[in-house]
T-cell receptor, first 114, second 112 residues
Framework: EPEVTQTPSHQVTQMGQEVILRCVPISNHLYFYWYRQILGQKVEFLVS????????KSEIFDDQFSVERPDGSNFTLKIRSTKLEDSAMYFCASRRGLSNQPQHFGDGTRLSIL | DAKTTQPTSMDCAEGRAANLPCNHSTISGNEYVYWYRQIHSQGPQYIIHGLKNNETNEMASLIITEDRKSSTLILPHATLRDTAVYYC?????????????FGQGTELSVKP
């Protein structure tokens, strides 16, 4: 069964450094998402992406964050200058084009900022 | 998107049916009910979704009341591997974004 894959599984970065989290969505999916989950807290929506542009973003997704679909398969989340509070699990999700279809999630990247 | 209310935690004996309730009294006519689960900080796993009719797949059944104000996810024969946090999410089905808003969910413990 096709699945969303995320790399790396764990990323350790110094505060202030840039980090890029990578995702390969399911191949025929058209909508892409990033969520994060701080340890012990709820899963929070960050951004949705469709047709090569952001369709919605949350308050968390400030100017330090950006997303890109550089080719036909990858979907990336970049944090330009990481802060301690960016430490979290980051989940990528994708869904097909039909409006009621569910999102399917990857297993996440654990981002640790030192 | 409508808000949902779920019990914080539930226990279930292995092999028995697990019935997880969800209230969504402010649901609107074109909002779907989705169920996901999260096992120990893995990514949320899609289980099932529905609009009005009851639904069944290989993982679970979803029973939606006639007034659509509540639903129940049924795991017919719970196993230890079903121990997880279960999320009931109501989402407007449209092609604009479609973000999921997660609550705290129900922590289901399946016990031997």
């Amino acid at each position: 069964e096709p699945e969303v894959t995320q790399t790396p599984s764990h990323q350790v970065t110094q505060m202030g450094q840039e980090v890029i989290l990578r995702c390969v969505p399911i191949s025929n999916h058209l909508y892409f998402y990033w969520y994060r989950q701080i340890l012990g807290q709820k899963v929070e929506f960050l951004v949705s992406f469709y047709n090569n542009e952001i369709s919605e973003k949350s308050e968390i997704f400030d100017d330090q964050f950006s997303v890109e679909r550089p080719d036909g398969s990858n979907f990336t989340l970049k944090i330009r200058s990481t802060k301690l509070e960016d430490s979290a699990m980051y989940f990528c999700a994708s869904r097909r084009g039909l409006s009621n279809q569910p999102q399917h999630f990857g297993d996440g990247t654990r981002l640790s900022i030192l | 998107d409508a808000k949902t209310t779920q019990p914080t935690s539930m226990d279930c004996a292995e092999g028995r049916a697990a019935n997880l309730p969800c209230n969504h009294s402010t649901i609107s006519g074109n909002e779907y009910v989705y169920w996901y689960r999260q096992i120990h900080s893995q990514g949320p796993q899609y289980i099932i979704h529905g609009l009005k009719n009851n639904e069944t797949n290989e993982m679970a059944s979803l029973i939606i009341t006639e007034d659509r104000k509540s639903s129940t996810l049924i795991l017919p024969h719970a196993t230890l591997r079903d121990t997880a946090v279960y999320y009931c999410i109501v989402r407007l089905a449209n092609n604009q974004g479609g973000k999921l808003i997660f609550g705290q969910g129900t922590e289901l413990s399946v016990k031997p």
